[in-house]
């Protein structure tokens, strides 16, 4: 058994516990499982906003509680929590159209020179915001969240085709993008 068959088990065991007997303490289980992935799902989907990310991940898990006994077991238990937290981002942000969610680019530019890997994350970070807001989403649930694209569909609610295309899209662009940092690593080599 792979260990996350017996990961998805596991939180198949304590849903059932927290259902079936109203077990706080199975769910307090699955929150400390999960609470560290929904919130960084949350962070990256809020560019810096830590703190409304952390308010998110707090609705998040208050949702996945009230709604637990609807949980089918259709997907990992992980991949449903991802998706409450989708929704409440994407219900907090058609509320609050003008959220400021990324640091201001004046300000990332006062910092002192960073480390060439730090350099490199924030060009990642620069291109992604570049991305359409659906390619950013598929990037971060796929690439950074590691979910299959069957998973990011469920989570983003999207057919599977056009998580593919995003998919696609959004690394074809961010290698022509980032090409320079290629480049310079070759360089480097010789």
């Not at 949980?71 to 981002?89: K, N, Q, V």
């Not at 609050?96 to 004046?106: I, N």
Request: aromatic share 6%; with cysteine; charged share 30%.
């Amino acid at each position: 058994m792979t260990d996350s068959a017996a990961e998805a088990r596991l939180d198949r065991t304590l849903v059932a516990r927290a259902v079936a007997d109203g077990d706080r303490g199975a769910f307090e289980q699955l929150l400390r499982r999960h609470q560290g992935m929904v919130r960084a799902q949350l962070r990256r989907l809020l560019q810096g906003n830590d703190a409304l990310a952390d308010d998110l991940a707090q609705e998040t898990f208050l949702t996945a509680w009230r709604k637990l006994d609807q949980f089918r077991g259709d997907a990992r238990f992980s991949t449903w929590l991802y998706r409450i937290a989708y929704t409440c981002f994407i219900d907090t942000v058609r509320r609050s159209p003008a959220l400021p969610c990324e640091p201001m680019e004046q300000d990332l530019e006062r910092l002192p020179a960073p480390p060439q890997h730090v350099d490199l994350r924030l060009d990642v970070e620069r291109a992604m915001r570049k991305l359409s807001d659906a390619e950013q989403a598929v990037l971060l649930h796929c690439v950074q969240l590691g979910l299959s694209h069957d998973e990011a569909a469920y989570v983003l609610a999207m057919p599977l085709g056009t998580v593919k295309t995003h998919a696609l899209r959004g690394k074809a662009k961010l290698r022509a993008w980032l090409a320079a940092w290629n480049e310079a690593g070759t360089e480097e080599q010789t």
